[in-house]
């Protein structure tokens, strides 16, 4: 599928633009045909025969797994996420960064954070932005299990397998939502069937043609990547020439970051 290095750099794009594509139509139609399985807020004063304000449990309440610290969707929220979350997992899929991102460099948070609420936000752009983080994480949730079963050990705690890990349901939170890449297990099934060689080349290809930096981005870059590359490089500030794709990425938030403060401080004077 992949050219060998020598072909016109024309030719390369074209056929990794052409693999990106198949990877989301392949992701896509597993989605549509795997079981999916219905996410809520875990609360602590639940029991067996109550939920919420004295409301009985019904069948499908029994079967859905609960999620500590989930924030509890809106109405207009959980209406997109009972109805239309099929499209707007397709719409995700679709997304030329999130194409990207399976099989490129981006770190789970830049997945979670920025880019699926990015497709969110455009899609329903009558959404809060409360509304928009609601319907992202059961969006990223519903990626994460569809189709996965949950197995019971001999204790009787109950995992799931979730990007590239199984996890307890007892130990299932908000705080891990967002560290989980949706796409891990898509991602390791292709770099297992690609040489290192040829999976270099489609992530060189991908970080050559990156659009402009969102603000989004360039914060989450700055605030939380950048601190863990000075720790692990001596203190030292990562530049646009870092041989490492993530450092360059953060350098050029860094960079982006700069331009916009200059561009504040101009229009203050």
């Known amino acids: ?56 449990r019904d069948k499908d309440d029994q079967h859905s797994i609960e999620v500590e610290g989930l924030p509890t969707p809106t109405e207009r929220a959980q209406a997109i996420i009972d109805n239309d979350l099929d499209t707007l997992i397709a719409s995700t899929l679709s997304d030329k960064k999130i194409r990207e991102a399976i099989i490129g460099t981006d770190t789970a948070e830049m997945i979670t954070q920025v880019y699926i609420p990015k497709v969110v936000k455009e899609k329903y752009p009558e959404l809060t932005e409360e509304e928009v983080d609601q319907v992202s994480k059961h969006a990223i949730l519903t990626i994460a299990t569809q189709g996965q079963d949950i197995t019971v050990d001999d204790n009787g705690n109950k995992f799931i397998r979730m990007a590239n890990r199984f996890i307890n349901l007892d130990e299932l939170s908000i705080n891990l939502i967002d560290s989980i890449n949706p796409f891990q297990r898509a991602y390791e099934i292709l770099s297992k069937s690609l040489t290192p060689e040829v999976l270099h080349t489609i992530q060189y290809e991908i970080e050559s043609k990156r659009e402009d930096m969102t603000k989004e981005e360039a914060i989450l870059l700055f605030t939380k990547y950048l601190p863990k590359w000075k720790e692990e490089h001596d203190g030292r500030v990562p530049t646009l020439n870092e041989p490492d794709a993530n450092g360059r990425r953060i350098a050029f938030a860094i960079d982006y970051l700069r331009k916009l403060k200059q561009q504040y401080l101009a229009k203050k004077r």
């Open 1 to 56: 599928l992949i050219p060998c290095p020598d072909a016109a750099q024309d030719d390369v794009s074209m056929a990794v633009n052409d693999f990106l594509k198949a990877i989301s139509a392949s992701l896509l139609m597993e989605q549509v045909m795997a079981p999916r399985w219905p996410f809520k807020t875990k609360r602590d004063d639940e029991d067996d025969t109550t939920h919420g304000r004295g409301k009985k």
